[in-house]
């Protein structure tokens, strides 16, 4: 990028690991140096080299109203100014809770946490608690925070136990875990045909985000309620990513499926670190104090998140937002795709409502050893290329896209433009 941020990623590199405080930021999946961001605003990022961007990164989803959206500063001002932490009950987290219950029937009750690793490592907790089982499913492909139990790779066949994917993760603290591919109900059925009395809870993404953008096929999360239900296993819906991002309600008020426990972050904290799980009132009453299984957090409801959460979604609940999201969405990645088959790039786009990934593939992507098979070379040239010409798009083939509310049509379609003059050099390195 500029001068400017090449010698703060020299001093970062220095003192942190990678020069990052999160690995994708770093850039090794698309080569080079990240640009480092001296403010936001709208749908733009300002780098400390006096770049604009035009952002479709949205700090990875909770930005959905644009970034420093008057309502959400002006709610954190506010709380800033009453005091950053207490260390106590306050009514601003009550308020939090009440919007995210009348939104999603069932989280009938809610703990505040401060991020999604910690929703779900909690939810994993309560599951075998309430279930006296220690099995846990997920799928390849769909993350659910770094979590040690959960840091699996696949094993060699449809039902045996994960290995760790990182060093520092110990074979113990995935013995319990089991991998299967996402979208295979077939491959659920035959796990739960072998050792359903050991399940305690299937974890997935209803859509899913991490291996890109891969929506559910038609019948895979009625499922996986009625293979749950059937062997008396609870499911556990992460929409840490989705939870207010395709819907008011999260995916599963779209699809109709009623989870027995939901991770939530992102939106929730309008921007701010912020986590929550919630779900069934007897599986809550089990939470401390009120039960016995422990969890806890300094600054968990922490003041200013839970008053930038609710500003965030009472914009969210006036009318025609999220048909505004949607219809943005549609534009921009029916117009990329169109400029990818113009200019005869390979490319799949698998939207899901207000997100999408694009695939630099001629086949589908439903799984993640699909996605996988995509080139990751050309998305690296592509990434580069839009952050060229202005446009900041997810640094890693395997991440998803974020219009916002501070987008408009006309900046969609500058960026479609922008997309076309890509696509046609990448075209040209192909022939």
Known sequence: MGERSHQLYEKAVALMPGGVNSPVRAFGAVGGEPFFTARSAGPYLYTEDGERLVDYVSSWGP?????????????????????????????????????????????????????????????IRLARAATGRSLI???IGCYHGHVDALMVSAGSGMATLGIPSSPGVTAA????????????????AELFDQRGAEVAAVIVEPVAGNMGVVPPVDGFLDGLRQITAAHGALLIFDEVITGFRVAYGGAQSLCGVRPDLTCLGKVIGGGLPVGAYGGR????????????????GTLSGNPLAMAAGAATLDQLALPDAYQRLEEMAIMLADGLAEAAKASGVPLTVNRAWTIFTT????????????????????????????????????????????????????????????????????AETQS
């Open 173 to 188: 603290a995935v013995s319990d875990t089991v991998a299967v591919p996402y979208n295979d109900l077939a491959a659920v």
């Open 359 to 426: 695939f630099f593939s001629r086949t589908p992507v439903r799984d993640f050893s699909q996605a996988q098979a995509c080139s990751l070379e050309t998305y690296a040239r592509y990434f580069h290329g839009m952050l060229d010409q202005g446009v900041f798009v997810a640094p890693s083939q395997f991440e998803a896209m974020f219009v916002s509310l501070a987008h408009d049509p006309a900046l969609i379609s500058r960026t479609v433009a922008a997309s076309r003059q890509v696509f046609a050099r990448l």
């Open 281 to 296: 009132r007897d599986l809550m009453a089990m939470v401390a104090p009120e039960g016995k299984v422990y969890q806890a």
């Open 137 to 139: 499913v997920k799928f």
């Open 63 to 123: 930005l959905i109203l644009g970034h420093a959206h008057p309502a959400v500063v002006a709610a954190i001002a506010q709380a800033a100014a009453d005091g950053t932490s207490f260390g106590t009950p306050s009514r601003l987290e009550v308020e939090l809770a009440a919007r995210i219950h009348a939104a999603m029937p069932a989280v009938e009750r809610i703990r505040m946490v401060s991020s999604g690793t910690e929703a779900t490592m909690s939810a």
